[in-house]
């Protein structure tokens, strides 16, 4: 996943998906979309070696939280 790590990857999607951030917005979602990279590439290694049955890839929720998709489907955050 190393050689996503820059910031044309996050404009691409933020390009084709029609995102814009303010600056401090901006330098967060890229974090999280830095996460996002290493977690896809560790799964698709996984993927690759036969250990699970489907591929993943970046899409318009690439820069959001666990909480943010989980709201978009539905469901409710445990209170800590």
């Known amino acids: 996943y190393d050689n ?4 044309k990857s996050i404009e691409i999607i933020q390009e084709r998906f029609n995102k814009t951030y ?6 967060r ?4 979309f830095k996460l996002t990279l290493k977690t896809n590439a ?4 996984k993927f690759k070696q036969g250990k699970e049955t489907w ?3 970046l899409n318009q929720f690439s820069d959001w939280t666990k909480e943010e998709l989980g709201n978009l489907h539905g ?3 445990p209170q800590n």
């Open 55 to 57: 591929e993943t890839g």
């Open 22 to 27: 303010d600056a401090k917005e901006e330098a």
């Open 29 to 32: 979602r890229y974090e999280i």
């Open 4 to 7: 996503f790590y820059n910031n």
């Open 75 to 77: 469901f409710e955050q």
């Open 42 to 45: 560790e799964h698709n290694e």
